[in-house]
């Protein structure tokens, strides 16, 4: 399982980024999906989930009503649509999956639940 994530970069609060995930080497379709984030000095936190249909998705508090989750299983491709950024969305962003179609409420946010793993992209908001 091949995890590869970018679209990462600098952008000023207010503004908008997508970042994209590209995967290789998994049946990609069959997989669910999540991006986590950690900033500097911080724990990895979830940032959003997306079962293997795109019917199910969740998110973090941080980050609800401004980011969209999605995927493209015909183009093999998880993407984030990261709007109306803060400073505080700075961080690494990494993409995960899991062997799983879809997981349950209440574990979506533990990475732990979660098998593969991105190298990350930096996302910069600055004030």
């Known amino acids: 399982v091949q995890l590869q994530a970018s679209g990462g970069g600098l952008v000023q609060a207010g503004g908008s980024l997508r970042l994209s995930c590209a995967a290789s080497?998994?049946?990609?379709?069959?997989?669910?999906l999540g991006w986590f984030r950690q900033a500097p000095g911080k724990e990895r936190e979830f940032v959003a989930f997306?079962?293997?249909?795109?019917?199910?998705?969740s998110y973090s508090d941080s980050v609800k009503g401004r980011f969209t989750i999605t995927r493209d299983n015909a183009k093999n491709t998880l993407y984030l649509q990261m709007s109306s950024l803060k400073p505080e969305d700075t961080a690494v962003y990494y993409c995960?999956?899991?062997?799983?179609?879809?997981?349950?409420?209440?574990?979506?946010?533990?990475?732990?639940?979660?098998?593969?793993w991105g190298q990350g992209t930096l996302v910069t908001v600055s004030s």
């Open positions: 997306i079962d293997w249909s795109g019917d199910s998705t």
């Open positions: 080497r998994f049946t990609f379709s069959s997989y669910a």
């Open positions: 995960s999956a899991t062997n799983r179609r879809t997981i349950t409420f209440a574990r979506r946010t533990s990475s732990y639940d979660y098998d593969y």
